[in-house]
C-alpha cells in the first residue's frame, strides 16, 4: 500500500511542479519533496521538472546529487547515488532486468539487483544504467552507453 501511495505522491509532485523552471532553486524544492518518501536523502539533492522517479522508498541518495530532464530512476529493488553524482537528460536507471522462458521474454521471471554510482560519477546523456551496475567513485559513463552487471 505504501508503494502506492509514494506512486501517487511522485506523480503529484511532477504534475503540480512542471511548470516551474529548471532553476536550481526550483529543483531543490522538488528534490526536497521527493526526499520524504525517500529510504535516504542528503541536502542539495535537485531533481528537473521532467524527470521521472518510481520506487522512492528504494532510493538512497547523497548530497549534492542532479536528476537531469526526461530522466527515468526505477527502484524495484534499490538503487544508491552517491555525493555529488550527476544525471544528465535522458538517462534511464532501472535496478531491474526481463528474464527469458522458452525463447520468450514476455513472461519471464526478472531479476532486481542494486545499482551503486559512485561520488562524483557522471551518467552522461542517453545512457541506461540497468540491475547489477557498480559504476566506480569519478566515472564517467560515456553519452549513448549501457552499463550492466559485468
Known amino acids: ?26 529543483m531543490r524544492f522538488r528534490g ?16 528537473s521538472s521532467s524527470a521521472i522517479m518510481r520506487g522512492i522508498e528504494k532510493i538512497c541518495c547523497g548530497s549534492d546529487v542532479y536528476i537531469g530532464p526526461n530522466a527515468y530512476v526505477m527502484a ?11 544525471v544528465a537528460m535522458n538517462v534511464v536507471i532501472v535496478d531491474g532486468n526481463h528474464g527469458k522462458i522458452n525463447s520468450s521474454y514476455r513472461f519471464g521471471r526478472g531479476k532486481q539487483i542494486q545499482i551503486t554510482i559512485g561520488q562524483g ?16 567513485p569519478g ?12
Open 32 to 47: 526536497f519533496l521527493y526526499s520524504f518518501g525517500m529510504k535516504q536523502c542528503g541536502k542539495n539533492f535537485q531533481v
Open 76 to 86: 524495484r529493488e534499490s538503487i544508491v547515488l552517491h555525493d555529488e553524482v550527476l
Open 121 to 136: 560519477a557522471w551518467i552522461a546523456a542517453n545512457s541506461v544504467v540497468t540491475a547489477g551496475a557498480n559504476i566506480a
Open 1 to 26: 500500500m505504501r508503494h502506492k501511495l509514494l506512486l501517487i505522491y511522485c506523480h503529484l509532485i511532477r504534475i503540480l511542479l512542471i511548470w516551474l523552471p529548471d532553476m536550481p532553486l526550483t
Open 139 to 150: 566515472s564517467i559513463v560515456p553519452p549513448c552507453t549501457v552499463v550492466r552487471k559485468l
